[in-house]
Antibody, heavy 120, light 106 residues
């Protein structure tokens, strides 16, 4: 059964770059699409973007200018970089797998999430 | 951007009762709507996709219906573990989520 685990700094300074990695275990990253989704404290969910193992990616238009998702198939990992962060980027960040190999944009399963706070 | 509006914001019911949660889209999403359950401190779990198809392992007391702009998640005979926050999600144009409905024990 595939499992996902987010990792990265829990605190980032304003204007810096947020960097997170998702490690996939129990299955190969070289199938399916893989996404990042975030949830500000006490609020709803926001899809950030996805990547395929080939490297093709797509992003939420509202974050496209600041977000980059990359994949490392040798490590079975994919990563998120979000540039020029502000307090509004404080959130629990989840990585998730697409529920369907063909790319359905339904998300299942998810990692447990990691809280990233933006503060000086 | 397609905005999803969920109602009610909070629903208070007792175990054994029937829950009906609504999700309305700002424009038609055809059948491209899903539902997730999120318990405190946990990641969301996919319940329903394509408006009415239960995800793997989801009990049949959960059902989804609707198309176009109006969708419903129904939970027949609530179990104690069903009290959680429920989100709808559309994939018709990009991906957006509703703001959630909190299902709490009365």
């Amino acid at each position: 059964q595939v499992q996902l685990q987010e990792s990265g700094p829990g605190l980032v300074k304003p204007s810096e770059t947020l960097s997170l990695t998702c490690t996939v275990s129990g299955g190969s990253i070289s199938t399916y699409y893989w996404s990042w989704i975030r949830q500000p404290p006490g609020k709803g969910l926001e899809w950030i973007g996805y990547i395929f193992y080939s490297g093709s990616s797509n992003y939420n238009p509202s974050l496209r200018s600041r977000a980059t998702i990359s994949v490392d198939t040798s490590k079975n990992q994919f990563s998120l970089k979000l540039r020029s962060v502000t307090a509004a980027d404080t959130a629990v960040y989840y990585c998730a797998r697409d529920a369907n190999r063909s790319g359905s944009n339904w998300f299942d399963p998810w990692g447990q999430g990691t809280l990233v706070s933006v503060s000086s | 951007e397609i905005v999803l509006t969920q109602s009610p914001a909070t629903l208070s019911l007792s175990p054994g009762e029937r829950a009906t949660l609504s999700c309305r889209a700002s424009q038609s999403v055809s059948g491209n709507l899903g539902w997730y359950q999120q318990k405190p401190g946990q990641a969301p779990r996919l319940l329903i996709y394509d408006a009415s198809i239960r995800a793997t392992g989801i009990p049949d007391r959960f059902s989804g219906s609707g198309s176009g702009t109006d969708f419903t998640l129904t939970i027949t005979s609530l179990e104690p573990e069903d009290f959680a926050v429920y989100y709808c999600q559309q994939r018709f144009i990009w991906v957006t989520f509703g703001q959630g409905t909190r299902l709490e024990i009365k």
